[in-house]
């Protein structure tokens, strides 16, 4: 769905009069259904953060020999957002053979040992990965050499702001869950409980099937005894 199909389906299921042929240059309703619209956009997109599957993205690139703090400029990824340090790999071989995990720890913890005395300083293969409080990558060892980093990120989806476009780091098949969040704030601004009880119901069923297809599986351990 483009982003005026997705305001003309929140028109049309909230039983809204008249219509909408544009979202460029609005007043009034119209704008506000605009508005709801990228407003649940973000909502959905901030529900799960990190763990929505379709905000991941993979990158591979070259750590700076002495460098061991990067930003996501720094790495060529114009949109992210925040790393997922638990994928990380390390590799100085360009078909990435032989290629190592790095160990992703949480900040105080990658603090309190790497940033400490002369380990400061130690340059060799990385071991550990971490994001700092200004959401920098930290890799330490620092780089001995141009070693590979391999990936993924959290990217961060562009806007919805002209008619031609399209959610798309959602996938198509659950594009409506953005129609019925609309429909949520439409039917609150309007105190209208009905419209909110409908949508409310239709966005749960189509956020349970996102949950299904696009979060990790829940797997359950072994039994303790």
Same mark, same amino acid.
């Given at each position: 769905?483009?982003?005026?199909?997705?305001?003309?389906?929140?028109?049309?299921?909230?039983? /809204?009069?008249?219509n909408i042929t544009s979202v460029q240059n609005q007043s009034g309703e119209a704008l506000r259904?605009?508005?709801?619209?990228?407003?649940?956009?973000?909502?959905?997109l901030n529900d799960q953060a990190l763990n929505w599957n379709f905000q991941h993205q993979s990158f591979a690139?070259?750590?700076?020999?002495?460098?061991?703090?990067?930003?996501?400029?720094?790495? %060529?990824?114009? %949109?992210?957002?925040?790393?997922?340090?638990?994928?990380?790999?390390?590799?100085? %071989?360009?078909?990435f053979s032989d290629e190592t995990f790095l /160990?992703?720890?949480?900040?105080?913890?990658?603090?309190?040992?790497w940033l400490f005395s002369s380990r400061r300083d130690t340059v060799s293969r990385p071991l550990n990965a971490s994001v700092d409080n200004q959401t920098n990558l930290r890799i330490a060892p620092i780089p001995d050499q141009e070693?590979?980093?391999?990936?993924?990120?959290?990217?961060?989806?562009p806007l919805l702001a002209d008619d031609t476009d399209?959610?798309? /780091? /959602?996938?198509?098949?659950?594009?409506?869950?953005?129609?019925?969040?609309?429909?949520?704030?439409?039917?609150?601004?309007?105190a209208a409980p009905e419209v909110v009880s409908r949508a409310d119901h239709e966005y749960k069923t189509v956020l349970q099937q996102l949950y299904n297809d696009q979060t990790y599986e829940v797997i359950v351990g072994e039994p303790m005894c």
């Amino acid at each position: 769905m483009t982003f005026i199909e997705i305001c003309q389906s929140v028109y049309r299921e909230g039983g /809204i009069s008249g219509n909408i042929t544009s979202v460029q240059n609005q007043s009034g309703e119209a704008l506000r259904v605009v508005k709801w619209s990228q407003q649940a956009y973000q909502e959905i997109l901030n529900d799960q953060a990190l763990n929505w599957n379709f905000q991941h993205q993979s990158f591979a690139e070259k750590l700076v020999i002495g460098q061991g703090t990067y930003t996501f400029a720094e790495l %060529n990824l114009d %949109n992210g957002v925040q790393w997922d340090v638990n994928s990380m790999r390390v590799a100085v %071989n360009d078909n990435f053979s032989d290629e190592t995990f790095l /160990i992703g720890q949480r900040f105080p913890q990658f603090r309190d040992y790497w940033l400490f005395s002369s380990r400061r300083d130690t340059v060799s293969r990385p071991l550990n990965a971490s994001v700092d409080n200004q959401t920098n990558l930290r890799i330490a060892p620092i780089p001995d050499q141009e070693y590979w980093l391999i990936g993924q990120y959290l990217e961060q989806a562009p806007l919805l702001a002209d008619d031609t476009d399209i959610p798309a /780091i /959602i996938p198509a098949r659950f594009h409506n869950i953005i129609v019925w969040r609309a429909l949520r704030h439409y039917g609150m601004f309007e105190a209208a409980p009905e419209v909110v009880s409908r949508a409310d119901h239709e966005y749960k069923t189509v956020l349970q099937q996102l949950y299904n297809d696009q979060t990790y599986e829940v797997i359950v351990g072994e039994p303790m005894c």
